[in-house]
C-alpha cells in the first residue's frame, strides 16, 4: 500500500494550499513529501528493532510525538498530525472516514539553509555557533528531568550503548590495525567509565539526566528567516533522547571536529559552559565526544555490508576510520596550564580569552557571567558604583573563591583554563597561582594593555550593541586605574605583556605558548 499511496498523494488536488510541485525525500524509515510551502512525512511500517512502526497505531503514536517534541525547538516548523482517510489509490488528507495512515505536517524550508549545507559553502559564522550555544543551553535548562527511579536514570543505562558499540563493530572489523584500535579504546573507555561512575551517578541525583534532543548535528540545524533552528529530533527511541545533557552537547561538538571545525567546537562547548554552567560536565565531555564518534563509526560500518561496489567500501570504510580516529584522539593526554587575565574592565580580556579558547581548547571563565550566577543582576539604583550591591568586597572575594573552584575542576577534567577577570589586587592573583601550584600545571598571567581612547571607544561600542554581562562605566574604569596594585617583580616574570588593540601582539602570544606547551 505505501509506494501506492505516497503516488497517489502527489496531486496538487489534495491540498489545501498552492502546489509548486513534488519532491519526495525517502530515508530507510520515513517518506517526506515536499510541495513547496509545505512537506508532509509519513513513516514507513518497519522494524529495526531500535524502533518499531508497523502498527499503524505506533505510527500515529510516534507522528504525535515528532510533534510534540520538535514544537519545544521548531514550533513554527512543525504544524499538527493529520489522519490520511479514503485508499491507498484515492486517498484524503484530513478526512472523516476511518484512517489507513497518518502525516506530520511541516512548513517546508529550503534545503540550502541547513546547517550543514552552510557550512560547506564556508558560511558557518560565529554568530550561528553562538546561536548554537545559547538555545541548547536554554533549552537543556528547561526541558524536563527525567524522574529518579526510571530505568534510564542511572550510571548504568548512561554506558550501555558505550558498550554495546564495541560489541556491534568487532565482529564487522577484518584489518588487524582497525582492530588493535578498537581494543585500545574499549581498554580507555572500560577505565574512564570506571573513573566517573560516582560522577555519572551524581549528574543522575542532580537532574542532568533530561528529555534532550538526540540527534544534535550540523544536518538537523537551519536557518529560518535568518534565525538558527534546531529540529529532527529522537521520537522514536527513549534511550536514545533521556541522556545526560552534556551528551546530547557532546554530540553536536563532535560533530563540528568532525568536520574540521576545531575551533568552532571550542567555542560553542564554552558558550553551553557559560550559558548552563554545567562546569561538571567537563570531566565526562571527553568520554561522551568519544561514544559519539563510535556510533558515527560503527553506522558506517553497517553501510559497507550492504555495499557491493569497491570503490563504494573503501569510501565508507575511510570514513569509519576517520570517525574511529577522532575517538583515539579524545583518549590523549594533554598539557595543561592556568592563565588569568589581568587589566582593567573593557580593555579586551574577554576577546583575549575566547582566542585562547578557539585556539588553543582552553575553558574560559569569566568573572561577569559567574559573578551573576552566584549573586544575581545588579541592582538598577546601583549600576555603575564601584563596590556596592554584587561589587561589594564580599561579593567580589566570593566570585573570584568561585572561579577559583571552577578552575580547580577544569583543570583536574584535563583542560587549560583562562579565567578573565580584572585581577586588579595582588591576593586575587595570588589565590589563582595557588590553583596552578595545587594542580601541579603553569602559571600565567596576560597582562592586556591599551591606550584610554581605545577602552573608551570599545566601552561606548559594548554598551551601544548591549549583551555583554559587564556593567562596567568609564567611571568604574578610572577607579579600577587609580586603586589597582601592579605586578610585583616575582608576578612580572610570571606575565606576559598584550596589546589588546594590535592583533599581532595577541598572535604572538600564541606562538610563544605553543612553543613552551607544544601538547596543548
Known amino acids: 500500500m505505501s509506494q501506492a499511496l505516497i503516488a497517489a498523494l502527489q496531486n496538487p488536488g ?26 508532509y512525512k509519513i513513516k514507513k511500517p518497519v522494524d529495526f528493532g531500535f524502533l518499531n512502526f508497523t502498527e499503524l497505531s505506533a ?52 534545503q540550502t539553509q541547513l546547517l550543514a549545507e552552510v557550512q560547506a559553502r564556508g558560511e558557518l559564522t560565529d554568530a550561528h555557533i553562538d546561536a548554537l550555544a545559547k538555545q541548547i543551553a536554554s533549552f537543556h535548562l528547561q526541558t524536563p528531568q527525567v524522574p529518579a527511579g526510571h530505568p534510564l536514570n ?35 573507555t572500560e577505565t574512564s567509565i570506571s573513573r566517573l561512575t560516582p560522577l555519572l551517578q551524581q549528574r543522575c541525583h542532580d537532574g542532568f539526566i533530561r528529555e534532550c534532543h538526540g540527534d544534535l548535528h550540523l544536518g538537523n540545524a537551519t536557518l529560518i528567516d535568518g534565525k538558527v533552528v534546531l529540529f529532527d529530533c529522537i521520537e522514536f527511541n527513549e534511550p536514545f533522547r533521556l541522556i545526560d545533557i552534556a551528551s546530547d552537547a557532546a554530540f553536536l561538538a563532535m560533530d563540528l571536529e568532525d568536520r574540521g571545525l576545531k575551533c568552532q567546537a571550542r567555542r560553542f562547548i ?53 570517525y574511529a580516529n577522532l575517538a583515539e584522539s579524545y583518549s590523549a593526554i594533554p598539557s595543561r596550564f592556568l592563565a588569568i587575565t589581568h587589566g582593567v574592565s573593557a580593555v579586551g580580556k574577554s576577546h583575549v580569552a575566547l582566542r585562547l579558547v578557539e585556539a588553543l581548547g582552553m575553558v574560559r571563565l569569566r568573572s561577569d557571567v559567574e559573578r551573576k550566577r552566584l549573586h544575581g543582576a545588579q541592582a538598577a539604583d546601583e549600576q555603575g558604583q564601584l563596590g556596592a550591591g554584587i561589587y561589594s568586597e ?39 597561582w595557588q590553583v ?8 600565567l598571567i596576560l597582562d592586556c594593555q591599551a ?24 567611571e568604574v574604569i578610572r577607579a579600577q586605574q587609580a586603586s589597582r596594585e601592579p605586578l610585583s617583580e616575582s608576578e612580572q616574570a610570571l606575565s606576559r605583556r598584550i596589546e589588546t588593540h594590535d592583533a599581532g601582539s595577541l598572535d604572538n602570544l600564541l606562538e610563544a605558548i605553543r612553543q613552551h606547551l607544544p601538547g596543548v
Open 14 to 39: 489534495l491540498y489545501p494550499h498552492p502546489v509548486d510541485g513534488f519532491r519526495i525525500i525517502e530515508t530507510h524509515i520515513s517518506w517526506v513529501i515536499l510541495t513547496g510551502q509545505y512537506a
Open 59 to 110: 505510527r500515529k503514536h510516534f507522528c504525535e510525538e515528532e510533534l510534540r517534541l520538535n514544537q519545544r525547538m521548531a514550533s513554527d516548523l512543525y504544524l499538527e498530525v493529520l489522519p490520511i482517510t479514503g485508499t491507498a489509490q484515492a486517498p484524503e488528507l484530513g478526512g472523516s472516514g476511518e484512517p489507513i495512515e497518518y502525516v506530520l505536517k511541516m512548513r517546508e524550508f529550503p
Open 154 to 188: 542511572n550510571a548504568e543505562a548512561i554506558v550501555a550503548p558505550m558498550a554495546q558499540n564495541f560489541e556491534q563493530i568487532r565482529p564487522l572489523l577484518t584489518e588487524e590495525a582497525d582492530l588493535r584500535q578498537l581494543d585500545a579504546l574499549q581498554e580507555w
Open 270 to 322: 564554552n558558550g553551553w559552559l557559560e550559558h548552563t554552567g554545567d562546569y561538571a560536565a567537563l570531566e565526562l565531555l571527553k568520554l561522551y565526544k568519544a561514544y559519539r564518534a563510535l556510533v558515527r563509526a560503527k553506522v558506517n560500518l553497517f553501510r559497507l555490508y550492504q555495499e557491493q561496489d569497491a570503490v563504494q567500501r573503501k569510501v565508507i570504510l575511510r570514513q569509519y576510520r576517520s
Open 394 to 432: 564580599g561579593a567580589s572575594e566570593a566570585t573570584y573563591r568561585h572561579l577559583h573552584q571552577l578552575a580547580s575542576q577544569a583543570l583536574h577534567a584535563g583542560f587549560s583554563v583562562v579565567v578573565d577577570a580584572t585581577y586588579l589586587k595582588h591576593a586575587q592573583r595570588q589565590a589563582a
Open 436 to 443: 596552578a601550584e595545587a594542580t601541579g600545571v603553569p602559571f
Open 451 to 474: 591606550p584610554d581612547a581605545v577602552l573608551a571607544q570599545w566601552l561606548q561600542q559594548r554598551q551601544a550593541e548591549g549583551g555583554d554581562p559587564s556593567d562596567a562605566t568609564m
